[in-house]
């Protein structure tokens, strides 16, 4: 089966840039769609992109700052945030479905990595 595993959090000031990476294993991220999540504290968790090999959609107010690169063959997804804000502290988390589908529905992700921790200081 497939397999998610985050990377690339840390600490970061406000208005530096980080990239976090999502790397696929047992199977061909090829077959799937692929969602970015992240859930800052206390709060719930949200949808920020979703990608397969033929889009990448952001759900608003994600679209600029936010940017996802997932190369075509490749088991690797980035998402790459710039002029980090504090409201940006959270656990990042990617996860996929099987299938094309062009909105990455929280409920509807099969496979779902471990999240990756982000801070913000300033």
């Known amino acids: 089966q497939l397999q998610l595993v985050e990377s690339g959090g840390g600490s970061v000031e406000s208005g530096g840039s980080l990239r976090l990476s999502c790397v696929a294993s047992?199977?061909?991220?090829?077959?799937?769609?692929v969602g970015w999540f992240r859930q800052a504290p206390g709060k719930e968790r949200e949808g920020i992109s979703c990608t397969s090999d033929e889009f990448t959609n952001y759900r608003p107010g994600f679209e600029g700052r936010f940017t996802v690169s997932r190369a075509k063959g490749q088991n690797t997804v980035y998402l790459s945030i710039n002029n980090v804000e504090p409201e940006d502290t959270g656990r990042y988390y990617c996860?996929?479905?099987?299938?094309?589908?062009?909105?990455?529905?929280?409920?509807?992700?099969?496979?779902w990595g471990g999240g990756t921790l982000v801070t913000v200081s300033s």
């Open positions: 996860a996929a479905r099987m299938g094309s589908g062009d909105i990455c529905y929280l409920s509807s992700m099969d496979h």
């Open positions: 047992g199977n061909s991220l090829e077959w799937y769609s």
